[in-house]
């Protein structure tokens, strides 16, 4: 079997595959594994391409983590700790409680600080019938447009609900897609009590799944192989027999395509019998993140591993220092925004600039270093479920994994193991 693609997607469907006893060979285009969730080196340290986190509802993920035998002690586990500074540097904060879901958000809520008792009521009761599965639209609208028939208000809208959707959507409230939001909320908070959980990774990423996705599936017969783009799907009697890679055809009974939805169109749309499918990647959108590492003295650090930020181009700063990086913030920047137009230097300044007042005691940085993405993620807008395909297309041995497919999920990490892992088990059924 031949996957292309290793990303999270493509190691958790190689991985899998393994698991249940096939032979798997995969092709990354790159120098290195993990996508769009990697390691990078930055100033002779190691970070990642992105400040990623995991929720404790990320069941699909943590599984195959300790399959491979990630420790625990990976994570710095907490409850839910939400800790937003606006301009005025009034605090918003949102804590779990320690009772069973769904009373760890309602009396979060209730007890949330920042809001007035309207705004906490209003918040309250969306709780609660989000709990009583009585929010997710029939037909789908935007989470601006859900919160607004929900009744909450514009001080809830502004301060904890549209952080929260671009956070985890990385999608403007406005065209983002309410069914999606409402899955992640019903995931996060209605199930187990540490499902709300938030977990840091206390090592760079590529440590957290690459590097033992590859141990394991070497170990166990197959073979990866890095810079090897594939450029072209060999097709003959509407099977997939192999791929054209560097000019070599690699023959295979089975490809999977673990590629994001544009680098999956140069393979598929020349093939006749996958059109369909072409047109409907063609429909998908990117939205970007931007991470911006700024080090300062070692001394530096915050009051919470991870705090919000309102009214700025900054967002989120995530204190690496449970990563042993002290004094190493990654400021994030989820979703479009004015902040695109500006270059490297010019951002770096400004998210530079914005702390000093968010946290004037700090002292000027010893280094900026920025990181975006354009195309971090699809965009979770309006009706995207509508277009996410399947696992299986057209022809019957040809395969696709990737967050994008039809999880319900955004753009995460867990979107992408869970495609990965119900792709190889979907391999696994139709070979028996």
Known sequence: MLIVGGGWAGLSCAVELTRLGHSVQLFESARQL???????????TTVDNGQHLLLGAYHHTLRLLAFLGVPDSTFLRQPLHLSLRDSHN???????????????????????KGFGLTDRLRALQFGAQ?????????CDISVDDLLQQQHQTASLIQRLWKPLCLASLNTPIEAASAQVFVRVLTDTFCHQQHDADVLLPRVDLSMLLPDRAVEYIEQHGGKVHLSHRVDQLLVENAQVTGVLCHDMIHTTDCVVLALPPHACLPLIKPVAALQNLAYHLGGFSYEPICTVYIQYPTTVSTDQPMEGLLGTIAQWVIDRRITGQHGLMAVVISGPGSHMQLDHTQLANQVCTELKQAFPHW????DVQVICEKRATFSCRIDINRIRPDNATAIPNLWLAGDYTNTGYPATIEG?????LRCAQHIHAHQQ
């Open 34 to 44: 993990g996508g769009r969730a990697r390691r990078i080196v930055m100033a002779n």
């Open 90 to 112: 009034q605090l918003i904060e949102l804590k779990t409680a320690d009772w069973p879901a769904p009373l760890n958000l309602l009396f979060g809520l209730l007890r949330a």
């Open 130 to 138: 989000l709990w009583r599965h009585k929010v997710m639209p029939e």
């Open 363 to 366: 002292p000027q940085p010893d």
């Open 416 to 420: 992408a193991v869970q495609s990965g």
